[in-house]
């Protein structure tokens, strides 16, 4: 892969303007899509992986804004800023909402959602929903749509496409629905989809199901996926390069045998750790103890510091830089942790954080 | 076929409704203080003899139970029975002024849902926004404030103080010249003019209905405009905010098509629910506000009929009432499963 990438997200920033205060949920991220590639975005629940695709379509919902960062597709500006005086504007460049919305939503970027049983519209047959979309997004007229609508549900493994095409959504199981939702994805040939953990909702056989088909057809249509996820066993699974999302940061970045063998991060092991694997014999999974701190008030130096099992007292003064580690096949493996960087990280003294209490008083995670 | 069967059993459920409704009705207005004969004769000095006969005439010298036996036969052979205040049977007079209350109904119900529905996306659009604050005001005020006290206030300013509406004497499409003859020129149709023109008769009469109907439109529509608001908002904000909505976003669609098909149509659901519920509840509110207008409903029907023991009148009413009841909330269980594809009567029943 030496083409350009088709994404590119540089130092991106989402901030949450509440009542309570400004959540930096998403706070400085940089990743990128090679075309047909798969790149994953793991983490747990409230890290901003979700916050971080919004913003790659320019759906952050009110109070939520892009504040900061650059989002380049292809040759086109989705997020871009300048410095006016002491304010960031939008470039000239940047993309409009309707453009956006008439140029990229849909016919370059597309997205399928966690939740299956809730992504589609009740009130309207699948074939409606379908045909919808790819009037929206390709040069079809209304039978040509049809056709091509009929032909993906084909595709995605949906038996008896012409019956199904005029059922209600109810009708269909919540794999079948994800099904749907991967065929109208397609079926509006965009270049990239976002998958927003589109298995979570899944049980696991079908989750498999749909992983196998979203591999087949990934080799068959060339797309590139940006697949967000909390379960590094579907990472294992379906991605190429994975990016490893912490409390609106990337803290690790590699391709997915790196990350899985050569970790470099301590909460990308204990994220690791906490799932069972085929290639290790252990007695118990360890789970992340504590809970994910609020992104109000991220805790000071290393933000991962208040549940890492390694931290130390360094840790919580000075931020670790996200700096390229090693480097595997041409690709960068990045990570942010002060044990990789020359600033005392051995000769500090251990803390006594979340990590190291033990159970009592703690809620565990996953 | 299912939802024909629905219907049916729906009914056939709704006749032991009905007879419960019939037992306690006829024991309420038999437990009322008075007779009916004495007001029959009003102030004279009653003839025994006299009272006795009409009793006898009447049936009212049987006991308690026989009484209500025959009044379910007749019933049951289509006989409401028969008024002894306006001397004339239960089944003409509901057919006389079930339409009045008809129009009256229908009209506020255009009224408030013609009003709530685009003000309630609008706040549901515009959220924690001055419109959506205003809609809010509007809403509460219209909720907690009473339909015959709006009637009231309307009447004072709009008929007394301004003079632009009439407050009374309501008047009816389906009539014809020859209902009018003596108060023709009174009420004025037959020369109504609009911007210069006289009205032919026909055309005066509805102009002058409409006139009518403004005030007494505005009065019982207000409350059941104020909920449904309520409902669309809420409702609309839950749609705007679904998954299916952000997708539909998510592949370009327009924020306009959005409010008006792939979030409207979903939260259209509760109204439907809301309107079924509120049409009978307008019902009860239709009595006031024939009242406060004056207007010959059945509503009036209703209370002349108790304030004049008119037993026979007062248990046809309630019984048409509980069946228009039963009626409308079956209509709101059916349309259900038209616009909504996830309900059906296919199993079921």
Redesign the interface.
């Given at each position: 892969m030496t083409d350009e990438p088709i994404l590119t997200v540089e130092n991106l920033k989402t901030q949450f303007f509440t009542e309570q205060g400004v959540v930096r949920a998403v706070d400085g991220i940089s990743f990128d899509v090679y075309p047909g590639e798969i790149v994953g975005l793991v983490g747990e629940s409230g890290a901003g992986k979700s916050v971080a695709t919004s913003s790659v379509?320019r759906?952050v919902?009110n109070p939520g804004e892009i504040v900061g960062g650059e989002i380049t597709y292809k040759n086109k500006t989705l997020v871009g800023f300048e410095r006016a005086g002491d304010e960031l504007v939008p470039r000239d460049e940047m993309l409009t909402n309707e453009e956006m919305?008439?140029q990229?939503?849909?016919?370059e970027i597309?997205?399928i959602?966690q939740?299956p049983m809730?992504?589609?519209?009740?009130?309207?047959?699948i074939g409606h929903q379908l045909k919808?979309?790819i009037l929206?997004?390709r040069e079809l007229d209304k039978k040509a749509a049809r056709e091509e609508a009929i032909t993906m549900l084909r595709e995605v493994g949906i038996p008896e496409p012409e019956e199904r095409f005029d059922d209600?959504p109810?009708e269909f199981s919540g794999g079948m629905r994800q099904r749907v939702?991967i065929a109208?994805a397609l079926a509006?040939q965009p270049e990239l989809i976002i998958a927003d953990e589109p298995t979570t909702a899944l049980d696991v056989t079908v989750e498999g199901q749909i992983l196998e088909l979203v591999k087949e057809l990934q080799e068959e249509y060339g797309t590139s996926f940006l697949w967000v996820t909390h379960d590094m066993g579907v990472v294992a699974e379906i991605c190429d390069r994975v990016n490893v999302m912490y409390l609106g940061e990337i803290v690790e970045q590699a391709t997915v045998d790196e990350l899985f063998y050569e970790t470099q991060h301590p909460y990308t092991n204990a994220l690791l750790n906490s799932i069972p694997r085929p290639d290790q014999t252990i007695e118990e999974l360890v789970p992340i103890k504590g809970v994910m701190p609020e992104a109000i008030n991220p805790p000071s130096g290393c933000r991962f510091h208040t549940r890492c099992p390694d931290a130390r007292e360094v840790c919580t003064e000075i931020e670790p830089t996200y700096s390229e580690i090693t480097t595997y096949d041409g690709w960068p493996h990045n990570a942010s942790c002060l044990k990789h960087e020359d600033v005392g990280y051995d000769v500090s003294e251990p803390i006594e954080n979340e990590a190291r209490k033990g159970t009592e008083g703690t809620e565990v995670v996953q | 076929m299912g939802i024909l069967r629905y219907t049916v059993y729906r009914l056939i459920q709704a006749v032991p409704v009905l007879f419960g409704l019939s037992v306690i009705t006829f024991l309420l207005a038999n437990s009322m203080p008075g007779d009916p004969v004495s007001i029959m004769l009003a102030e004279t000095e009653s003839d025994p003899e006299l009272v006795a006969a009409l009793e006898a005439q009447y049936g009212l010298d049987r006991p308690l139970h026989e009484r209500y036996v025959n009044y379910m036969i007749g019933l049951a052979q289509g006989d409401l029975g028969y008024s002894l205040y306006y001397n004339e049977p239960v089944l003409t007079k509901v057919a006389e002024r079930l339409p009045v209350t008809i129009m009256l109904v229908a009209s506020s119900f255009v009224f408030a849902i013609a009003t709530a529905i685009p003000l309630g996306v609008i706040a549901a659009k515009n959220r924690n926004q001055p419109s959506d604050h205003a809609s809010r005001i509007v809403a509460l005020i219209g909720v907690s404030t009473p339909s015959f006290w709006i009637g009231l206030m309307l009447i004072i300013i709009f008929a007394y103080q301004l003079g632009l509406l009439p407050s009374s004497g309501m008047v009816y499409p389906w009539h014809s010249p020859d209902d009018y003859r003596f108060i023709d020129s009174y009420l004025g149709i037959g020369s109504t003019q609009v911007g210069g023109i006289t009205l032919p008769w026909l055309e005066g009469l509805y102009y002058e209905t409409a006139r009518h109907l403004i005030l007494p439109t505005l009065a019982l529509g207000t409350l059941h405009m104020a909920t449904i608001m309520r409902i669309e908002r809420s409702s609309m904000i839950e749609s705007l905010?679904?998954?299916?909505v952000?997708?539909?976003?998510?592949?370009?669609?327009?924020e306009r098509k959005i409010m008006r098909k792939?979030a409207f149509?979903?939260s259209q659901l509760p109204i439907v629910t809301i309107i079924g519920l509120n049409l009978t509840t307008a019902l009860g509110g239709a009595v006031l506000i024939e009242e406060v207008f004056a207007i010959n409903g059945m509503g009036r029907l209703i209370i002349t009929a108790i304030q004049n023991l008119d037993y026979q009148l007062v248990l046809g009413t309630t019984l048409f009432f509980g069946v228009v009841f039963i009626i409308g909330v079956i209509i709101t269980d059916i349309s259900y499963a038209y616009?909504?594809?996830?309900v059906s009567y296919e199993e079921d029943s």
């Open positions: 379509m759906l919902d919305r008439t990229v939503r849909g016919n597309a997205i959602f939740d809730e992504s589609l519209n009740p009130v309207y047959t919808e979309f929206l997004n209600y109810h939702l109208m509006c | 905010h679904a998954d299916y952000q997708l539909a976003r998510a592949y370009g669609v327009s792939h149509r979903v616009i909504d594809p996830r």
